[in-house]
């Protein structure tokens, strides 16, 4: 029985017992008063006439009324007693309950800083757990962050190294022409090893951490599948990109022309080329749309001249001018590191009604023609009014023609 139960029981009983004390007092007193009554009835010197009539039987009414007294007086003090001990053992009880209650909320106060701290435990945030982490952690990532930033320190600063020993005996052309091919394999040899050494560190550094990396890369490669097949224009792209690189069709610098567009080579990655033409657009093409590259600075270029001159003039006399123009101007200080070789001559290319059209090259360094060709055309013109050189009439342009 719980104290709870034996609680209630007790009051029930003292209550009930209360009853029987009070019950068994009152006769009690009625029995006193009763004998008390008889017995100075007895004594008087003027019995009542019920008490002259008394018998022998009734004397012993009389004693079997002092037993009755005597036992309720006894009943009393036995009930009296018994309420005593239960108010007594009541007492107990409460004092029992108290104690218990003390003892549950202290139990409960317990509970609840155990709960408290189960939690703090099981929070990945608590102090405890977030030091058992590091200590646990920290080494092995701080290792992997250490090996990324000396890595990546080890490609920016010795790409270029690396560059010339597996590339420098591949690359044709001038020193400039070098120096752009070697400028062009650093900048991707650059964003390759970077991409490498990011999602490498960063594969390692989620497994270091606890999260499982083969989830995340069994996910990428079914994505990977999906993407390929939706890009595989990007994909073409790259491919070209690489191949370009590899054979060196052009560098960074150069003047080229690709499909329908021309223009200077102002950007190369694996996916696109960017050129920018004479009017100062730039033009953002992809690799993999690339079918014929004409590469107009590859190694050298050339300033070719068509000079029309009079059917009348001297064709020999004009040659050997043009010739000694040549050597004039390979001797020229500002010129001669532009032009790599003389003025070929190749003669007369064509004859026409009026004219006789003489036709000439000047080998030079690439992307320099276009500055060696004027600078010849303006002494040309000069030398030719020097030389009062006959050119061939004007023709006139007909309105609508």
Not at 144 to 150: I, N, R
Not at 322 to 341: C, F, N, S, T
Not at 358 to 377: A, D, G, H, M, Y
């Amino acid at each position: 029985m719980t104290l709870d139960a034996r609680m209630q029981s007790l009051v029930r009983s003292i209550e009930l017992v209360k009853e029987l004390v009070q019950v068994s007092q009152s006769s009690l007193d009625n029995a006193t008063r009763t004998r008390e009554f008889l017995l100075g009835e007895l004594n008087s010197d003027k019995p009542s006439t019920a008490l002259q009539a008394w018998t022998h039987d009734d004397e012993d009414a009389l004693g079997a009324l002092d037993r009755r007294v005597r036992d309720a007086s006894a009943d009393a003090k036995r009930l009296k007693a018994r309420f005593e001990e239960m108010v007594e053992e009541q007492g107990l009880v409460v004092g029992a309950l108290q104690k218990t209650s003390l003892r549950a909320r202290s139990a409960r106060d317990v509970l609840e800083q155990t709960q408290e701290k189960v939690e703090a435990l099981e929070s990945p945030f608590s102090t405890p757990n977030i030091k058992a982490w590091l200590r646990m952690h920290a080494p092995p990532v701080l290792g992997t962050l250490v090996l990324m930033s000396f890595l990546y320190v080890l490609v920016s600063r010795y790409s270029h190294k690396i560059v010339e020993i597996f590339a420098a005996r591949g690359i044709r052309g001038s020193k400039a022409e070098r120096d752009n091919r070697m400028e062009t394999l650093v900048s991707v040899l650059q964003n390759t090893g970077s991409v490498v050494v990011l999602v490498g560190g960063t594969s390692t550094l989620l497994s270091q951490v606890g999260i499982p990396v083969a989830p995340l890369l069994g996910g990428a490669a079914v994505a990977g599948v999906a993407v390929a097949f939706g890009a595989q224009n990007l994909i073409k792209d790259f491919f070209y990109g690489f191949m370009i690189l590899l054979e060196n069709q052009y560098k960074l610098k150069d003047v080229v022309k690709i499909g329908d567009h021309s223009g200077q080579v102002e950007q190369i990655t694996l996916r696109m080329t960017a050129l920018r033409d004479s009017d100062g657009a730039l033009h953002f093409l992809p690799n993999g749309a690339t079918t014929s590259v004409v590469n107009m600075t590859h190694g050298w270029s050339s300033a070719t001249f068509n000079v029309r001159i009079s059917r009348e003039e001297d064709v020999d006399r004009v040659i050997a001018m043009i010739q000694d123009l040549g050597k004039e101007l390979r001797m020229d200080p500002a010129l001669r590191l532009m032009i790599v070789d003389d003025l070929s001559m190749m003669g007369v290319d064509a004859l026409t009604d009026t004219a006789v059209v003489i036709l000439f090259s000047i080998k030079t360094l690439p992307l320099q023609q276009w500055n060696v060709k004027r600078e010849f055309l303006r002494r040309l013109k000069k030398k030719f009014q020097e030389k009062n050189v006959l050119l061939p009439p004007i023709q006139p342009t007909l309105p609508g023609a």
